[in-house]
């Protein structure tokens, strides 16, 4: 029995991994699908309906390709790795996003694509550009600008800048952020697809946009250069310089393109103009040039034509995507301005609540305190009016007081007024005691006088009476009859008698002068002695008076009241010399 080779049994199906710009597929393949299969697939799946800018890339070798849409995946040059990569990228550029980008995922899309190629420094962008360029991302991806919420340090770990713009200045990440956050708080209001709209328009603006770029060389003698394609047509440039062609060949000026092996040839539409041919080493590289040349003029006549079926069907969605989506973001604004004026409300009666409550509890605290308070109010209440019934006690025993102080005064008043009358009336009981006093020592001195002319006059009578007796006393010793008559008859006798009857007469005068002077003399002397008992007497009430007005003075001020009655110095002086001469006189 003959074995025949068994055939290896084929799988109906492989794995294929599709890389968009902002997320990864897996797919399960038929083996027999084509390249058109797969890219639809991707399509409908990302839901883009732009077909025609994007397509599958893929990596071979030291390049990279475009899967072919009418050729079956597998027999294409595509990696036999399980599962099989692709990168899903924009493959051409709209002259002008605006008008030909429909969809906001297309947008979205080429956004993403163009953005990472300015950080990977593919497209060169001034460091001007750059900060603007990065404040419209920060806006695509973080809404309007708070900065309650964005804090210093919100974009440190985002790839804003290319890191030759980094370079090129000294300046902190710090810095970096403050000045794309400048920009970025004037995109206030922009939706997503609004800054991711101006983003572009930037960009396409920028001399490498869009642009493939490939090396080739003129002749044979391999002098190097630099071929672009893009939107516009194609360039030639140095290799090191991109950014301004040495030489262009915009597509409407250009009749065709022939490849033939190595050997490319621009036949430009004006006969009259040199034909410019290029080379380029690689098949590859020249079918990927070949490919890029006819899809970019094939977009470049379909744009100056009328839009098909489709695109106008898309167009008027996108048009009426647009518009409801602006009533959307409308009743999104209207809403969440409500929301804001709800929250500032909320936030406001949430303030002043918490302001109520603190009202309230230092309401209480203060109620707690003015209780405390009104207690020792209270208290000092009760303290005050027992103090009050006090003062009150007091002040009635005050104006008793008082009022005994004001008879007091007016007693001592009447009383000082008494004893000024008194004084008065002592003063010219003294006058006249010195005067009578001056008038008695006049008299004592008259009477001094009288007298020592009496004593003279009796030691002269009884001289001569003892003279007369010595004369007469033998006559009556011889004679002892008794006495003649007197008469005529004995004129000598009668002489004699008259002489002695003088003489009896002078000694009665002189007891009798004696007796007045010594009455005289005591009545001075009681006289004297009562009007000692009076000063004594008034000097004792001048001191009394003088001590209660000192013990008033506190009260009233009596001082001036309680002083001596004044005395003239004079009259002191009479009275103190009538009274020495009185003691003289006893």
Sequence with gaps: MSILGLKKKQPKTFKVKVSTMDAEMEFSCEVKWKGKDLFDLVCRTIGLRETWFFGLRYTVKDTYAWLKPDKRVLDQEVPKDSPITFHFLAKFFPEKVEDELVQEITQHLFFLQVKKQILDEEIFCSPEASVLLASYAVQAKYGDYDPNFHKPGFLAQDELLPKR??????????????????????????????????????AQDLEMYGVSYFSITQNKRDTELLLGVDAQGLHIYSPNNKLSPNKSFPWSGIRNISYSEKEFTIKPLDKKTEVFKFYSSQLRVNKLILQLCIGNHDLFMRRRKVDSIEVQQMKAQAKEEKARKKVERQILAREKQMREEA????????????????????????????????????????????????????????????????????????????????????????????????????????????????????????????????????????????????????????????????????????????????????????????????????????????????????????????????????????????????????
């Design 165 to 202: 713009v980094l370079m090129q200045y000294q300046m902190t990440p710090d810095m970096w952020e403050e000045k794309i956050t400048a920009w970025y708080a004037e995109h206030r209001n922009i939706t997503r697809d609004e800054a991711e709209m101006e983003y572009l328009k930037i």
């Design 343 to 586: 929250e500032r409300a909320k936030e406001d009666m949430e303030r002043r609540l918490f302001q109520l409550q603190d009202e309230a509890r230092m309401a209480n605290e203060a109620l707690l305190r003015s209780e405390e308070t009104a207690d020792l109010l209270a208290e000092k209440a009760q303290i005050a009016e027992e103090e009050a019934k006090l003062l009150a006690h007091k002040a009635a025993e005050a104006e008793q007081e008082r009022q005994r102080l004001e008879v007091t005064a007016l007693k001592t008043k009447e009383e000082k007024r008494l004893m000024e009358q008194k004084m008065r009336e002592a003063e010219q009981l003294a006058v006249k005691l010195v005067e009578q006093s001056e008038r008695r020592l006049k008299e004592a001195d008259h009477l001094k006088q009288d007298l020592n002319e009496a004593k003279d006059a009796e030691r002269r009578a009884k001289q001569k009476l003892l003279e007369i007796t010595k004369t007469t006393y033998p006559l009556i010793a011889a004679y002892s009859s008794p006495p003649p008559p007197t008469g005529p008859e004995n004129p000598d006798l009668a002489l004699d008698m008259g002489g002695s009857i003088r003489m009896d007469f002078k000694d009665s005068d002189m007891k009798r002068l004696s007796m007045e002077i010594e009455r005289e003399r005591l009545e001075y002397m009681e006289k004297s002695k009562h009007l000692q008992d009076q000063l004594k007497e008034l000097k004792s009430e001048i001191e009394s008076l003088k001590l209660e007005e000192q013990q008033q003075a506190g009260i009233y001020s009596l001082r001036s009241y309680a002083e001596p009655p004044y005395i003239p110095h004079s009259n002191r002086n009479s009275a103190y010399m009538a009274q020495m001469a009185f003691y003289e006189e006893v």
